[in-house]
């Protein structure tokens, strides 16, 4: 199964009650292992999890600590590109050459990088003098 297969199988999972926007990621790490997470909502919306994030957490729990490709898919006109907060996120483990492919249910694809999305993004060298 593809990343975005597997991103489109987790999507189902999303718990979406308020926006009815359902989202699924899936990042492959390093080793290439699949984690995948969709998004969860809860009643004090817009406080929820995005998918992005979901699959970042359950690569780390697993000891894992490096994202080698990332995949996003939504039912959107175009393919949606992960939230600012997602976005530091991926780039805190991915290097700014990881591809990121996002895409929509009816099968548009984009493939961009964790630099495209995420342009001067923070780093621990900011914090070199801490």
Known sequence: MTLI????AVRENAHAPYSKF???AA??????????GCNVENVAYPEGTCAEAGAIAAMV????????????IADSPTPVTPCGGCRQKIAEFAG????VTLATTDGTVLDTSVSALLPGSFDADYMSRV
């Open 22 to 24: 359902k989202v699924g």
């Open 96 to 99: 700014g050459d990881v591809v």
């Open 61 to 72: 729990a697993a000891g894992e600590t490096q994202i080698a490709s990332v995949a996003v």
């Open 27 to 36: 990042v492959q790490a390093a080793s290439g292992a699949v984690y995948v």
């Open 5 to 8: 297969e597997q991103a489109r």
